[in-house]
Nanobody
């Protein structure tokens, strides 16, 4: 079983940038997809971004395109989410997820999740 631990959340102002990090430990996979989701108070968990097993393809939700960037460093077993031009509607708990999946696109389901890190953008 793979463990995922998010870090880097905090309180920022409108327009600020923030970098989230997710560290993977325990059981590892030779081929896996990594993703970020978020959940605002009273809302369901929604997809933010994903990066495929070899980093060749990246996908973003429409509401973060042009502002967020996902990357991975398999030598360090981490996935990053660089968030720029943050807005109040970005306030949420951000979760990272992993799935042993080989493909160009991202899988629809993930079986490994972190505990989340809070991101709050002041208004």
């Amino acid at each position: 079983q793979v463990q995922l631990v998010e870090s880097g959340g905090g309180l920022v102002q409108i327009g600020d940038s923030l970098r989230l990090s997710c560290a993977l430990s325990g059981r590892t996979f030779t081929e896996y997809t990594l993703a970020w989701f978020r959940q605002a108070p009273g809302e369901g968990r929604e997809f933010v971004s994903c990066i495929n097993w070899n980093g060749a393809q990246r996908f973003y939700a429409d509401f973060v395109k042009g502002r967020f960037n996902i990357s991975r460093d398999d030598t360090k077993n981490i996935v990053l989410l660089q968030m720029n031009s943050l807005q109040p509607e970005d306030t949420a708990v951000y979760y990272c997820a992993a799935e042993p999946f080989k493909g160009i696109n991202c899988p629809t389901r993930y079986h490994h999740w972190g505990q989340g890190t809070q991101v709050t953008v002041s208004s």
